[in-house]
């Protein structure tokens, strides 16, 4: 069963949350705003499908940081996790997507496996914490691509999960 958890500002990462639950056939009510949902709630799932914008220097949207927190002391193992996030690679390429590398530094003692990631040369001259050793860590909407590169990031991500 997969559960879906976001958190959004101005809406985009809602609206991304609300496409992938489409695409992979997520009913609504396994998708979850971390800023009403306890952390508990992940327990439930066996993938978990975690997103957020990035803000400032490379930072979780606000309503990330308790819920993080809170997700850090749960066990995890046996779980997977496929992370997606907002960003603009033209503006910000140095923190590009970075909130998406906090929750995978905050999570990685929990015991889960993080899936999804794939080839970083889909994210030219990436050079934040997105991309390491070659790869991208998960999906990255960036403001700055067309609909189309987007699209086929989607379309590698949701096979990489699989």
């Known amino acids: 069963m997969t559960g879906i958890f976001f958190s959004s500002t101005m809406g985009t990462t809602e609206a991304v949350a609300a496409d992938i639950a489409k695409q992979l056939g997520v009913a609504d ?3 979850h705003n971390v800023a009403d949902t306890p952390a508990g709630e992940v327990q439930k799932y066996d993938l978990l499908v975690l997103g957020s914008s990035t803000w400032g220097a490379g930072e979780l949207q606000d309503d990330w940081y308790d ?20 960003g603009d ?12 590398a906090e929750i995978r530094d905050g999570l990685a003692s929990t015991g889960c496996t993080f899936v999804g990631g794939f080839d970083a040369e889909e ?32 379309e590698l991500w949701i096979a990489a999960i699989g």
């Open 123 to 154: 994210y030219p001259g990436c050079g934040s914490r997105l991309c390491q050793d070659g790869e991208a860590i998960g999906w990255a909407v960036d403001d700055s691509a067309s609909d189309a590169e987007n699209q086929m990031r989607m």
């Open 89 to 100: 690679a033209g503006i910000y390429s140095d923190t590009f997507c970075d909130a998406m």
């Open 67 to 86: 819920f993080l927190d809170a997700l850090k002391r749960k066990a995890l193992s046996g779980k997977r996790v496929a992370l997606f996030g907002c």
């Open 29 to 31: 009510a396994d998708v």
